[in-house]
């Protein structure tokens, strides 16, 4: 339970900066977006002025110049903003979706390493497998996989699959494939919140039973 209250009291914590920063690039882009509006207005004014009531010894073009080179720079502040809130949000999504694969891939190798170890000879392994394979692209289970972390949905396939409950030890084989593989974070990269810290070394693995 206070595990829980830690993670909530630490998401809220991280989404509140990205979700200030959201408000403040709209609310400047409602800004400029004002501006140019204020901008269009002095130039319509300053156009029927001179049209309808010109007063002596204004320069209407030169006027009418400045704030047109005035409303230019504007816009392309406004759309330099719009582009950066773009890119974020593009970074945004692409960081989203690299951390549900990446958490997806842990799990799956964790069940893995569960069909491996509780088989008898390379037969039985490779049928395990492949029901492994096949079970966690079933809707049910990747929902599941998505909504809860890696130790509650193992735990869960466990108890639904028949297979020991050895939830830390799945998991570490797990960590140690994907380390193997290089799908570890590294040290540049933002790891996601359950993602295991690189080993120097892995330990040995357990040799595939000899079939003969």
Known sequence: MLRSMDKAQTDSISEAPAASREERAAQDLRMLARAAEIQMEIMEATRTEAVEAPQPGVDYCTRIAVVARSLRLTLLLKEKFA???????????????????????RVKLAMLAAAYDVSGDQEEVDRRATEVCERVERPEVAELVEASRAEVAVAALCRRWGYPPNVERWLEMADEAM????????????????????????PARRKPPDTG
């Open 179 to 202: 380390q193997e593989l290089g799908f570890l974070p590294s040290e540049e990269d933002d790891p996601p919140e359950d993602a295991p810290k690189p080993r120097s070394a892995a």
């Open 83 to 105: 582009g950066q809130r773009d890119e974020r949000r593009k970074v945004a999504a692409k960081r989203e979706a690299a951390q549900e694969d990446w958490h997806a891939l």
